[in-house]
């Protein structure tokens, strides 16, 4: 049975006046300097989608008589980790979770766990202890290949519970990385929350989700807490500022690696599903990687 996936390609798209926005990259944060002039000077760059199970990537990024049950084998195949929006619709058992294991052959392939909505949305962030032990039991099943994993708050979460929020985190166990994306524009627009909500995640070592969308540019604030970038990349699929706003990008993950940065978690959520594959053959290209051997016989079809 294939687990509900949710695409969150429509938060801050306003594709209708995509035009005539202004793309380009909003200047650094004070605070990623300070965190990366302490970081080792080595980076690793993961990219990888936001599921595997869209129709719209049949006969565009999988085979057309590809079945349900290959396509994360297959997907794994083409990208090195998944942003698992499965686990935000349903806490999983270390059974079920190492089911997805088995599917992967890959085994440096890494998923990327949200945190379920009844944890991020549904309760205050104070009366979540079971459903957060259970959660955290069933994505250690995935060992070595668990990566980040990430709290998206709504967009109702403002800072006036920042502290359901702090109190939260401070509970969370050290051995996982973790990180947290915000959405109500009062932690961007107030500047000293901002400063506030970075200079506490910084001190707890935790990281800070960076959306690069077109209609919520106060999302992709620039501010790194580690020196992790995590970075959901929100694009329609063939219009000429997707690779626009790719551009912006190569400049500065080059001046963020040389400043320091040690790794980069880089998440297509492409809206119009049968672009995928050539859009992430583009932001292959555009980053210099060489594709594994199934990237070049599954991809060069595109």
């Known amino acids: 049975m294939q687990p509900k996936t949710f695409f969150d390609m429509d938060f801050g798209a306003a594709w209708k006046s995509y035009d005539a926005m202004d793309i380009t990259l909003p200047p650094d944060d004070p605070i990623t300097s300070k965190v990366l002039r302490t970081a080792a000077k080595n980076h690793t760059l993961h990219i990888g989608s936001s599921g595997w199970t869209r129709k719209e990537f049949v006969g565009t990024l999988y085979p ?10 297959t997907y794994s195949e083409l990208y090195d980790c998944v942003e698992l929006n499965a686990t935000h619709y349903k806490i999983y058992s270390p059974a079920e979770v190492r089911k997805w294991l088995e599917k992967v052959k890959n085994n440096e392939f890494i998923f990327c766990p949200k945190f379920p909505q009844s944890i991020s949305h549904d309760s ?6 079971e459903e957060t032990k259970a959660f955290l039991d069933g994505i250690k099943a995935f060992g070595k290949q668990l990566g980040p994993v990430f709290l998206q708050l709504s ?15 401070e509970q969370l166990p050290e051995e996982i990385d973790f990180f947290v994306e915000l959405r109500h524009h009062e932690w961007f627009s107030n500047r000293f929350e901002r ?4 200079n506490t995640l910084r001190e707890m070592a935790i990281g800070v989700v960076m959306t690069d969308t077109p ?38 993950l080059e001046e963020w690696k040389a400043a320091g940065l040690e790794e980069t978690w880089f998440f297509l959520h492409v809206h119009e599903g049968e672009y995928e594959a050539a859009f992430y053959k583009e932001v292959r290209s555009l980053f210099g990687l060489e594709p594994r051997e199934a990237q070049e016989s599954q991809l060069s079809l595109f």
Request: glycine share 4%.
């Open 215 to 252: 209609g919520r540019r106060d999302v992709l604030h620039m501010g790194l807490t580690t020196p992790q970038l995590f970075l959901r990349f929100v694009t329609k699929g063939d219009h000429i500022n997707d690779i626009r706003r790719l551009e912006e990008w190569l400049p500065k």
């Open 195 to 198: 400063k506030e909500f970075f």
């Open 155 to 169: 967009e109702h979460f403002s800072p006036a519970r920042k502290l359901n929020l702090y109190k939260y985190l």
């Open 64 to 73: 057309n008589n590809i079945k349900d049950t290959s396509m994360l084998t």
């Open 124 to 129: 205050t962030l104070l009366n979540a202890t």
